[in-house]
């Protein structure tokens, strides 16, 4: 591999990092349409939206998709439905049932659902170096999003609710990861960027039609704001987009802790929009996290190529 082949290996984390930092305007404009949307309504909105990239990105990629086989199709649809439907719509709900906060820092538990399936389904080792990262990383993403460590083992009965709904969010969300690391071996991340948003519509249908939210979608698409637009464009396609490309180079391990910059770019964008103050606590986290961020993407095997799981051979 030359020079330049390296360069674009080790640049994975720091797309990834990128994209998820994207994910930070989600709260600034998903927030304001829950006082008017229920949470199905919004997100199948929203996924109506992204089908205008989707469809076009699969029917120039029908030749690959003709070539998959079951395992690629289950883990297409996984992501789809697991994270790209079920997970935004729980997330959603946390939003409005909990502080924004606490769903953020719960959400970022999700590397421990990642990692465990990595190593289960990908073979994912985990060497030395790995584990002092991750530690750092993890305890960056607590101080940014509490500004403390106390917080977490200080909820009240009212947010358990909003745990609940943030920890599925999570469970589902480290999944996807896994399955797209999978899937990406026979994939290009346009394609598989524009499945997980089309095959999530179907899901968010029924979901949306068995809580009678189907008219609401219908009236929020009808009134178009600029909002749902911009929720669809930059935390929806842009991120995942960007997301996708660097992890057809990244180890899902890895690239679920460069997720961490979500959190960080959250408090940042809540402190200019939401004029929520920034703690120098919080700070210290922000640079915690990016620094962890930076030395795992030295940590990136310059040819990663996504693996195959042991149950794949008897298919």
């Not at 120039?60 to 079951?70: F, I, P, T, W, Y």
């Given at each position: 591999?030359?020079?330049?082949?390296?360069?674009l290996a080790?640049?994975?984390p720091?797309?990834?990092?990128?994209?998820?930092s994207?994910?930070?305007?989600?709260?600034?404009?998903?927030?304001?349409?829950?006082?008017a949307?229920?949470?199905p309504?919004?997100?199948?909105?929203?996924?109506?939206?992204?089908?205008l990239?989707a469809i076009?990105?699969?029917?120039?990629?029908?030749?690959a998709?003709?070539?998959?086989?079951?395992?690629q199709?289950?883990?297409?649809?996984?992501?789809?439905?697991?994270?790209?439907?079920?997970?935004t719509?729980?997330?959603?709900?946390?939003?409005?049932?909990?502080?924004?906060?606490?769903?953020?820092?719960l959400?970022k538990?999700?590397p421990?659902?990642?990692i465990?399936l990595a190593?289960?389904?990908?073979g994912?080792?985990?060497g030395?170096?790995y584990?002092?990262?991750?530690?750092?990383?993890?305890v960056?993403a607590?101080?940014?999003?509490?500004g403390?460590?106390?917080?977490?083992?200080e909820?009240?009965?009212t947010t358990?609710?909003?745990?609940?709904?943030?920890?599925?969010a999570?469970a589902?969300?480290g999944s996807?990861?896994?399955f797209?690391?999978?899937?990406l071996a026979?994939l290009?991340?346009?394609?598989?960027?524009?499945?997980r948003?089309l095959?999530?519509l179907p899901?968010?249908?029924?979901?949306?039609?068995?809580?009678?939210q189907?008219g609401a979608?219908?009236?929020g698409?009808?009134?178009?704001?600029?909002?749902?637009f911009?929720?669809?464009?930059?935390?929806?396609l842009?991120?995942?987009?960007?997301y996708?490309r660097?992890l057809?180079?990244?180890?899902?391990s890895i690239a679920?802790?460069?997720?961490?910059?979500?959190p960080?770019?959250a408090?940042?964008l809540?402190?200019?929009?939401?004029?929520?103050g920034?703690?120098?606590?919080q700070?210290?986290?922000?640079?915690m996290?990016?620094?962890?961020?930076?030395?795992?993407?030295?940590?990136?095997?310059p040819?990663?190529?996504?693996?195959?799981?042991?149950?794949?051979?008897?298919?």
């Amino acid at each position: 591999m030359d020079g330049r082949d390296k360069r674009l290996a080790w640049g994975g984390p720091w797309l990834i990092a990128i994209g998820a930092s994207l994910w930070g305007t989600d709260a600034i404009l998903r927030v304001p349409l829950t006082k008017a949307m229920a949470a199905p309504a919004i997100v199948l909105d929203e996924h109506v939206l992204l089908s205008l990239y989707a469809i076009p990105a699969l029917l120039l990629s029908v030749g690959a998709l003709r070539r998959l086989r079951l395992p690629q199709w289950l883990a297409l649809i996984l992501i789809a439905w697991g994270g790209s439907g079920l997970a935004t719509v729980l997330f959603t709900m946390a939003f409005v049932t909990g502080n924004p906060t606490t769903v953020i820092l719960l959400q970022k538990v999700q590397p421990l659902f990642a990692i465990a399936l990595a190593r289960l389904m990908l073979g994912e080792p985990l060497g030395r170096q790995y584990w002092p990262w991750f530690a750092l990383a993890m305890v960056g993403a607590y101080l940014v999003s509490f500004g403390t460590l106390a917080p977490f083992w200080e909820l009240s009965q009212t947010t358990v609710t909003a745990a609940a709904l943030a920890l599925g969010a999570a469970a589902l969300w480290g999944s996807a990861t896994v399955f797209g690391r999978f899937v990406l071996a026979d994939l290009s991340f346009e394609t598989v960027t524009g499945a997980r948003f089309l095959l999530a519509l179907p899901f968010l249908l029924g979901l949306a039609s068995a809580q009678g939210q189907v008219g609401a979608a219908v009236s929020g698409l009808q009134t178009f704001t600029l909002n749902l637009f911009l929720l669809a464009l930059i935390p929806g396609l842009v991120s995942l987009l960007l997301y996708y490309r660097g992890l057809t180079m990244t180890r899902a391990s890895i690239a679920t802790l460069a997720e961490l910059a979500f959190p960080a770019s959250a408090i940042v964008l809540n402190w200019i929009f939401l004029q929520q103050g920034v703690t120098t606590t919080q700070l210290l986290g922000f640079a915690m996290v990016w620094l962890a961020i930076a030395a795992l993407d030295r940590l990136v095997a310059p040819a990663a190529e996504p693996a195959r799981p042991a149950l794949e051979g008897g298919v």
